[in-house]
């Protein structure tokens, strides 16, 4: 019996040697699947992956150049110091992506953090809301087109409105914190449009009947660092909306403009030169202005 088993034990080695094994259940066709393919497990599925035997770097080197495709983990939203950030199982944040949360889309940054408001990214502008980061489809969203993918549809007007308010929401985020309240952002992008110096580069009445003439005078402040009543008018509506303010308006009288914000007055020009709190969140009367001409951001 022990020269049976011997023997036995021989020839299972030498076939096992000459590559004539075949283990039940994978054939020739299961093992050619195995030597070029390699399979990968996504959320709900798994798939396979095939390998191109062709490859220059696979003849050169014979080695399998296999791609795997990472699993989409869980995570959850959680917030520090007024912002909110996507962390991972694994405990890593989320960067640079769209991630789905629940029944919505956010996205969240560089840096892990939120986006909220409008967003560039690879040439295309996204809207996510300015409050809850929730972003928005097939709507119109600041008086701009959003597609049923997400996307802005462009015109010259659109696209400078869109480069404007980013830029407004960057400037109200530098002189801003993410716990301050809405009215203390608010007062906080008042001074600061407040404190630059007076020039005019035109008349409202040269520009008032070419659409966009609020980009142009805002940006007199965001870009050249100076500007007349108009300009800080503008540059401060735009930094308004940025806060959270929707009933945002450019007024003026002809002579003089203005910023209206729920039916209130805000003044930076008059605040600066003649009474800061009589031009501050003040109504009509207490402020004199009489309204010929409004805009809405």
């Known amino acids: 019996m ?32 195995q030597e070029n393919s390699v399979s ?3 959320e709900n599925t798994t798939a396979v992956q095939w390998l191109d035997d062709n490859t ?5 080197s014979g080695v399998d150049q296999i791609q795997t495709t990472e699993k989409e983990q869980k995570g959850h939203i959680y917030k ?13 944040l989320a960067k640079k992506k769209f991630v789905t949360v629940g029944k919505n889309t956010c996205y ?10 409008w967003m560039k990214k690879k040439g295309n502008y996204y809207y996510f809301d300015r409050q809850t980061g929730k972003q928005k489809f097939n709507c119109k969203v600041d008086g701009i087109k959003i597609r049923k993918d997400g996307t802005a549809k462009l015109s010259t007007y ?7 308010m980013i830029t407004a929401k960057k400037i ?28 005019r580069y035109r008349t409202l009445k040269s520009v008032q009947s070419k659409k966009g003439w609020e980009i142009t005078f805002a940006n007199d402040i965001y870009k050249k660092g100076q500007g007349c009543c108009v300009s800080e008018a503008s ?63």
């Open 2 to 33: 022990r020269n049976l088993r011997k023997s036995a034990a021989i020839l299972l080695t030498a076939v096992v040697v000459a590559g004539m094994l075949v283990v039940p259940g994978e054939g020739a066709q299961a093992a050619e699947l």
């Open 40 to 42: 990968y497990s996504t």
């Open 56 to 60: 220059a770097e696979e003849k050169q």
């Open 80 to 92: 520090k110091k007024g912002k909110s950030y996507y962390k991972y199982e694994d405990g890593k």
């Open 108 to 117: 969240f940054n560089k840096k892990g953090v939120m986006e909220k408001g």
């Open 158 to 164: 659109t696209k400078n409105k869109i480069d404007t």
């Open 172 to 199: 109200m985020q530098a002189n801003t914190k993410t716990t301050d309240s809405k009215q203390k952002k608010l007062k906080k992008v008042f001074n600061w449009v407040l404190k630059h110096p007076y020039k």
């Open 235 to 297: 540059a401060f509506a735009f930094l308004a909306h940025e806060c959270g303010y929707k009933n945002v308006y450019i007024c003026d009288d002809t002579g003089h403009a203005w910023t209206e914000i729920n039916g209130r007055v805000y003044d930076t020009l008059f605040a600066e030169a003649k009474n800061y709190n009589k031009y501050y969140n003040s109504s009509y009367g207490n402020a004199g202005l009489h309204r010929v001409g409004k805009l809405k951001i």
